[in-house]
């Protein structure tokens, strides 16, 4: 179980909810969501301070909606997009997810203003 964060954090859109899109996950992607939540309680607990999630799963309606760069995996709750409270972290939050061995991703990136 993860420490800080919760399915509904990972699911929760405002965009799902103006344009009513019911963006409750399968089994398999809730699945999906616990391992992504594991890593984030690692980075969490390595910051000491809160992340903020902006987008976790989103069903294909809602992802054909917000489009992104890499689509399929926000579709299969394997992807999270966060960001941490203050802009000097950042930094500090993307060399720890490089150099942890047991964190492995198809892609981290970086962006700015998301
Ligand atoms: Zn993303």
Do not use: W
Request: hydrophobic letters at 40%; a positive charge; charged letters at 25%.
């Amino acid at each position: 179980m993860a420490i800080y964060f919760t399915i509904k954090e990972m699911t929760k859109s405002q965009t799902a909810k103006v344009q009513n899109i019911d963006n409750t996950p399968t089994e398999e992607v809730v699945e999906n969501l616990k391992k992504v939540m594991y890593i984030l309680d690692m980075v969490r607990v390595h910051m000491g301070k809160p992340i903020l999630v902006n987008s976790g799963y989103r069903c294909r309606k809602l992802n054909e909606i917000i489009g992104g760069v890499h689509k399929s995996m926000h579709i299969r709750g394997l992807a999270a997009d966060f960001r941490t409270g203050k802009i000097e972290d950042i930094d500090r939050m993307f060399e720890f997810l490089k150099k942890t061995p047991c964190i492995t991703f198809t892609t981290l990136s970086l962006m700015s203003n998301q």
